[in-house]
């Protein structure tokens, strides 16, 4: 019998509490105090099992078992991404329906995150003594920079080796580079726009946008046979504040745009065939000429690609135009091999072409392992032990607590590929077989490494 499999009779009592955990709202930025009662809970649950814990920051908490020898880590996050539109069941519930689980954070990070928690109760509850400390750590603001992990990492020392369940299986050895950017206007000059509002996360791609025009008749014509014509979904309100359009899209995470369908992209491009720059204001203009609906930077001269880890993305993330403001957000994931100061120079030499601020908010450089490390081996071998199958080494354009691992660590789990996990999309959701067998993998990647 495999280690893995003691993780089996917790996970009814792991669903409750995912339930439980899902219910509380921690938005980053958003309801006051709901990141600090998803932390507290983590906290009530370690007390509960007896295990040692320790509140580090107010954004981080470890929880661990053993003493000594070798430093080894799990991270996961309680935070979430907004809930967005069109879920067909309670986002900030547990749902389970035709063998999936469906939830805010099911698969993005909490499922994780409490699989985590359970596996140093069940090493504990069955009396293992291994040769290291392990300690699993957990913060909560991953989707907003992970200010989080430099709180906690400024108090901590870094493991000597770890892993983060935040992406997919097999074992991620590469992420790319990640800059989040605002672009804007001294002031906002815009004659007929007079509101545009898209998106609540940078590393999201929006699903609903909507935009005021103080428009005629004549233009109003021009717009719907526009829209007609081109491949949004537009609806058209007249308000007495001008006319109102609102654009329905498709939301997908940042790392993959190409997946989804930008609602505030297809909203500029089909404003901008009918206004000039004077019009709608020069933001909206140089999305319209340096971006449009494009994701691989080709307009803003930063279409790339390496052999590593692929190709080059740009996602608009916010858009913000209201009296004197006028801003927007950009997430791009670089490959590994590029000079992210290349990146941002190029971008910001286009911006500033049509007289825009840029104002470089994060900035992640890209991951590197070697294939043949001690960790990559272990993480291999449970992996292997559990499926029966190798898993593949790949690199990502997503952005995990990897990054904050000085080079020891590497994302590991929990998405099986074909498992349409919809993250920070509508419905997020994971396949309730494929969540068991993740939990069977993680308690045996963490019993080797307490035991390495």
């Known amino acids: 019998m495999l280690f893995g499999d003691k993780i089996l009779p917790y996970m009814d009592e792991l669903l409750k509490d995912l339930n439980e955990l899902i219910s509380i709202e921690s938005v980053d ?13 983590i906290i ?15 954004k981080s908490v470890q929880v661990q078992i053993g003493e000594g020898g070798k430093l080894c880590g799990v991270l996961a996050h309680v935070d979430v991404v907004p809930a967005g539109n069109n879920w067909s069941v309670i986002p900030f519930m547990l749902t389970e329906r035709d063998g999936r689980l469906y ?16 596996c140093l109760r069940a090493l504990k509850e069955n009396g293992v003594e291994g040769k290291n400390t392990l300690r699993a750590i957990f913060g909560s603001a991953e989707e907003t920079g992970m200010s989080d992990m430099d709180g ?36 906002n000059e815009a004659k007929v726009l007079s509101q545009f509002h898209a998106g609540k996360a940078i590393n999201a791609v929006p699903d609903l946008a909507y935009v005021m025009l103080d428009s005629s008749g004549y233009d109003e014509q021009l717009l719907m046979r526009l829209a007609d014509a081109g491949d949004g979904n537009f609806e058209f309100n007249y308000t007495i504040d001008g006319l109102m359009i609102i654009s329905r899209g498709k939301a997908s995470h940042a790392c993959e745009p190409q997946k989804g369908k930008n609602a ?8 901008t065939h009918a206004y000039d720059v004077h019009e709608i204001g020069a933001l909206s203009s140089f999305i319209d000429y340096a971006v449009n609906c494009e994701t691989n930077g080709r307009s803003l001269g930063l279409k790339m690609s390496d052999g590593v880890s ?25 490959p590994v091999t590029v000079n992210g100061n290349y990146v941002l120079r190029q971008f910001r030499s286009v911006a500033e072409y049509s007289g825009l601020n ?40 997503g952005g995990t607590y990897a990054r904050k691992l000085g ?13 349409n996990i919809n993250m920070h999309n509508a419905d997020e959701s994971m396949d309730k077989e494929n969540f068991y067998k993740h939990a069977q993998i993680c308690l045996e990647a963490m019993y080797r490494l307490y035991n390495i």
Do not use: W
Not at 264 to 271: K, P
């Open 152 to 187: 906690y990492f400024s108090k901590m020392p870094l493991p000597d080796m770890a892993f983060t369940p935040d992406s997919d299986y097999g074992i991620c050895f590469a992420e790319k580079g990640i800059l989040h950017l605002r672009v804007s206007t001294p002031t």
């Open 264 to 271: 505030a992209a297809l909203l500029i491009d089909l404003i």
């Open 44 to 58: 009530k649950r370690a007390q509960d099992f007896g295990l040692d814990y320790e509140l580090v920051t107010d």
């Open 29 to 41: 930025g958003g309801k006051s105090g709901e990141c600090e009662r998803a932390l507290a809970f």
């Open 310 to 334: 692929g190709e080059l993305t740009v996602n608009l993330g916010i858009v913000h135009i209201e009296g004197d403001t006028a801003e927007a957000y950009f997430d791009i994931r670089y």
């Open 103 to 118: 939830g805010r954070g099911v698969a993005d990070d909490k499922g994780a995150a409490l699989v985590n928690l359970y």
């Open 407 to 419: 080079g020891r660590g590497v994302a590991f789990g929990p998405h099986f590929p074909g498992d």
């Open 358 to 397: 840029v104002e470089v908010l994060f900035h992640n450089r890209p991951l590197y392992m070697e294939k043949d490390s001690p960790l990559i081996r272990e993480l291999s071998a449970a992996y292997e032990s559990v499926t029966g199958e190798k898993p593949a080494l790949y690199a990502t354009g």
